[in-house]
């Protein structure tokens, strides 16, 4: 029994993403050279010699001039048959290629792309009031008969299912392969039972046993089950919700599964709000409160740590707990960190204009890290705002350097090479040594508010932020403390000598208005630098 099948974590999201990208291949346009395979030609040379003919007769310039209508007639008629000859093969090609973009190559069903013409269809049929039925099929074990077996073995199973299913589906029904060992049917006029029904029939056809080269094989699948209008009014969100029942019938036993809110809901929930999260951050939900940095050195605020905000329409103010695991779960790092430094370097770039320079650090997550795209597009945006590199710190977390070491450590030294900063968040929560992490092309070292926290009244708290902050310092990073709680912990820190606080202590994070505010109030002439 699957019940981890990474292959969902995609699939569905993939094929969301499909509907916004259904370009079809364009038109072959006729070229010089198809032209000469049309009877122009031909026309052209018996027109040449009935000219000739005509000229021959010596008729005189009646004659001539009847002999050239005649030649015009010809070489007209030769067009217009030629125009329809390449109509003909246009249409027949166009409609080839149509047919090719939507066939599935291997089983020659349709494909990803016809479900979700399909399913443009169904909708317009659930807007009449009629019911519409999809169910999700996935075979059982699929990748240990590729694995055990080879994949030749794989393919033609693979293409056995399709005639199977269709046995039990009525002219108007769809079926389709979404990919892998997943195939999907679209069936109208069906109640809850009807659905059913047919699911256990196409289950029951899977489960007759394949001849595949000489073998039997015998397979188990899963069906999962939505049915419209009584689900969803949109077809696309009855793959969806067929998709989560198909999870539950992989659970069960009993291998079809209809949609049940109460059981499946929190997937449901899940899909909503990571289309939700999509939503916002391409409609500028995301906005950034500024906690200050204060250098213990000169006393000053040169920097400010962007901590991201999502302005949900119904949920008021949403902090990043509830919605980072999620942005990384669904794949939405990449945009959303994108945004956060668009704002965060916009920011910047205001302050500056107003006579202040302050670094920005932005937290970054596992996924940008491993992303060979990251750095240029770090590059792409600090030249978008007139930002000096320097100005720029990423804060990253020590787990995150431990899963894909040697990527990360790639991606941040092509950073680090650009003159951007780095920074270990967080530090002492993960397992990593100080002297494996400063291996890395890193600048500052954050230590976790826990220990920061702790440090007045414990002597073992106390020698843990004595200690890393030596070790810090040997190695030639900035020492940062975050969790700045109180005047004795800062005090302490001061006489430590740490580099950095960062801390309700010091501020609150601040939307951007507030901090300039809060600046201004503590250095007014400070701020008069330009
Ligand atoms: P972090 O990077 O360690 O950020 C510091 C967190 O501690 C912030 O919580 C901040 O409000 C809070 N904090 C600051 N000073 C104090 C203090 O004195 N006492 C206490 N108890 N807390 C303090 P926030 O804003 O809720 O962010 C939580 C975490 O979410 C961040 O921890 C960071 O890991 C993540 N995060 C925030 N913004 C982003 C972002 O844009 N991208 C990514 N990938 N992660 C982000
Ligand atoms: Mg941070
Ligand atoms: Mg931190």
């Known amino acids: 029994m699957r019940t981890n099948r990474p292959r969902h974590a995609w699939g569905i999201d993939a094929l969301v993403r499909e509907v916004h990208r259904r370009d079809l291949p364009a038109m072959p346009r006729p070229s010089w050279s198809d032209l000469a395979r049309y009877p122009l030609a031909p026309a052209a040379a018996v027109a040449v010699a009935l000219g000739g003919i005509v000229r021959e007769a010596d008729g005189g310039p009646a004659m001539v001039l009847a002999g050239v209508v005649m030649a015009g007639v010809v070489m007209a008629g030769a067009l217009v048959v030629t125009g329809a000859r390449l109509r003909a093969r246009d249409v027949a090609a166009l409609a080839d290629s149509r047919r090719q973009a939507r066939t599935d190559e291997l089983t020659g069903l349709p494909n990803r792309r016809s479900v979700f013409e399909a399913l443009a269809a169904a909708d317009d049929r659930l807007g009449a009031g009629e019911s519409v039925a999809v169910l999700v099929l996935d075979l059982d074990r699929f990748k240990e008969v590729n694995n055990s077996l080879g994949h030749g073995v794989g393919d033609a199973l693979l293409r056995q299912v399709g005639p199977r299913l269709a046995r039990e589906l009525r002219s108007g029904d769809v079926l389709a392969r979404l990919g892998g060992d997943e195939f999907v049917v679209l069936a109208s006029d ?128 949403v902090y ?145 932020v004595t200690s890393t902050l030596q070790l810090a ?32 202590h010091v501020s609150r994070p601040l939307p951007p208005e507030q901090l300039w505010a809060w600046l201004c109030e503590r250095a007014p002439e400070g701020i008069a630098l330009a």
């Open 190 to 317: 069906l109640d809850g039972e009807g659905a059913a029904a047919l699911a256990a029939r196409l289950l029951a056809e899977l489960r007759q046993p394949f001849g595949v080269g000489g073998m039997t094989l015998t397979v188990d699948a899963g069906v999962g089950v939505a049915i419209g209008p009584v689900h969803s009014v949109s077809a696309e969100e009855l793959l969806q919700l067929a998709d989560l029942a198909l999870h539950s019938a992989k659970a069960g036993r009993g291998g079809v599964a209809v949609y049940d809110d109460e059981r499946d809901g929190s997937g449901r929930r899940r899909i909503e709000a990571v289309e939700q999260l999509r939503a916002g951050i391409a409609g500028g939900q995301l906005v950034l409160h500024y906690q200050p940095k204060l250098d213990l050195g000169t006393d000053e605020v040169e920097g400010v740590e962007a901590l991201v905000r999502w302005e949900h329409p119904t949920r008021g103010l």
């Open 320 to 464: 990043p707990d509830q919605f980072i695991g999620l942005a990384e779960s669904a794949g939405l790092m990449a945009p959303m960190t994108t945004r956060v430094i668009e704002l965060a370097l916009a920011q910047c770039r205001s302050w500056a204009d107003r006579g202040r320079w302050l670094t920005v650090a932005v937290n970054v997550s596992p996924s940008n890290l491993v992303d060979e795209q990251f750095p240029g597009e770090v590059a792409r945006l600090l030249a978008a705002h007139d930002v000096p590199s320097g100005v720029l710190v990423l804060e990253v977390t020590e787990s995150i350097l431990m899963e894909d070491r040697d990527r990360a450590v790639g991606v941040l030294t092509r950073l680090r090479d650009a003159g951007v900063g780095v920074s270990i968040d967080d530090y002492g929560t993960g397992y990593s040594s100080l002297a494996y992490l400063a291996t890395l092309p890193v600048t500052e070292l954050k230590l976790d508010r826990t220990f920061v926290g702790e440090m007045t009244g414990s002597l073992r708290a106390e020698s843990i």
């Open 473 to 504: 310092h040997a190695m030639g990073l900035t020492f940062v403390a975050e969790g700045v709680e109180d005047q004795a912990t800062l005090d302490t820190l001061t006489f430590l000598g740490c580099d950095v606080v960062q801390g309700y």
